[in-house]
């Protein structure tokens, strides 16, 4: 009898051992940053009726967000090397919860550099968000960052220029929605762009390059 009551419980603990471990397999992408955020806001809910940024590194790294729109309460929710179908499997988590008055969006670089997927690819992705979105809070704003002229991925602007042109059209046939240009202001007059406004990797921005997207961003937010 001894003997199987050990052999039970032996039989518990490996199902349960190997259980655990096909959970952390099939873990969604990100999901310790999501829980992370989540862990933070069990600790001190942000305020309602803020600006909800959200997308990508180049959200996550604005480490001054706050500083720069002082007349403005935000919230940054940008998690690294995610794409569009990221940001999407995570509105229930870090958008939605909010209750913001404004959502503001930079996602679709990595779908292209990552994902190699082309322009229409990347609309679609982003009609997905968007659609997603609406069905939750039809009434709030939303405003696109266009995609970024990164110098480490020089060979994907031409896929960026008409991703960005597609979702402007699709954005301009759209209420309360609205798309801004940060692609064209970080560019020199010879169509490179700008080297000082990079960090050492060519891809994500130093406080030059987020001066920039203020300038372009700040009259399209929701006072």
Known sequence: MKKLLLYFVGLVLTCFILTRAQAQEQRSPFWDEIQAFKKQDSLQMPPKNAILFTGSSSIRKWESLQQMFPKYTVINRGFGGSTLPDLKRYLNDIVFPYQPKQIVIYSGENDIATDTVLAPEVLQRFKDVFTAIRQKMPEVPI???SIKPSPSRAQYWPIVQEANKLIKAYLAQQPRAKFVDVYAPMLLKNGKAI?????????????KGYLIWKKQIQPYLVK
Request: hydrophobic fraction near 45%.
């Open 143 to 145: 405003l696109f960052i």
């Open 195 to 207: 080297p000082e406004i990079f960090t050492q990797d060519s891809l994500h921005m130093n406080d």
